[in-house]
């Protein structure tokens, strides 16, 4: 299996009705078998009980499409805190996979769907292999964590290159220092893909659907000094 999600920072300004109509409109423009076009959407989405997050979920005609999506709450208190937490997102899981299919997926659809949510990163998780790798690199992951200078958040590092992800201007030069120009630069002939998207880079950095998980640190051990990234 594989999930795409697409994360957002919450506009304080913007009510999650605004958010949801936005949304909506780019997702119609979406190519098939994403798009929303010809489905029948789901109203606005209430808050929970908690108050804090609405949730909204579609229903794709093809059985091996889930989505699931949610804001947080637009209180100032509330998103004060700089941290991935507090992230809209929505995510599509995909059930099954052949080659044609999922290069299809990372390669033209994927990029579509960042653009629709207006996302600042957006991950490609495989499998269960984030949960194997950091258990495997626990102990380097213990050690970022206790340095002064580093903050380990999802809007501030990046941990564990993805087979796709995306990364706006901010997240770039938070995590690695420098613009998508030079991962650009850095990454260009050593991944199937990589590439502006927006203010930020759409990376590819595997494409096979029999990825192993030797293969995924293997390509996370080439790849994370090239950027900078431990």
């Avoid at 300004?13 to 078998?33: A, C, G, H, N, W």
């Avoid at 997050?53 to 804001?71: D, K, L, M, Q, W």
């Avoid at 102990?139 to 999802?154: C, F, I, S, Y």
């Avoid at 930020?200 to 998980?213: E, K």
Wanted: aromatic share 14%.
């Amino acid at each position: 299996m594989i999930d795409l999600f697409v994360y957002r920072r919450p506009a304080l300004q913007q009510s999650v009705e605004d958010r949801y109509q936005e949304i909506t409109k780019k997702m119609l423009l979406v190519d098939q078998p994403f798009g929303w076009q010809g489905m029948k959407l789901p109203p606005t989405p209430s808050f929970d009980e908690d108050g804090l997050t609405a949730h909204f979920e579609v229903s794709y005609p093809s059985s091996n499409i889930h989505h699931h999506g949610y804001f947080h709450l637009r209180d100032a208190n509330y998103l004060s805190e700089d941290r991935a937490a507090k992230d809209d997102a929505m995510s599509f899981s995909i059930g099954q996979r052949d080659q044609p299919q999922y290069s299809n997926i990372l390669l033209k659809y994927f990029p579509q769907l960042v653009a629709a949510f207006d996302a600042y990163r957006a991950v490609a998780y495989f499998d269960n292999y984030v949960v194997l790798y950091y258990q495997t690199y626990a102990e380097a992951l213990k050690k970022l964590r206790t340095r002064p200078d580093v903050n380990v958040n999802g809007r501030n590092n990046i941990f564990t290159l993805h087979p796709a992800q995306y990364w706006d201007a901010e997240l770039c030069q938070r995590a690695m220092g420098y613009g998508r120009d030079e991962v650009i630069k850095r990454l260009t002939g050593k991944v199937p893909l990589v590439r502006p998207l927006m203010d930020g880079v759409y990376v590819v950095f595997n494409d096979n659907p029999d990825l192993t998980f030797d293969e995924f640190c293997a390509y996370n051990d080439r790849l994370k000094p090239v950027l900078g990234l431990q």
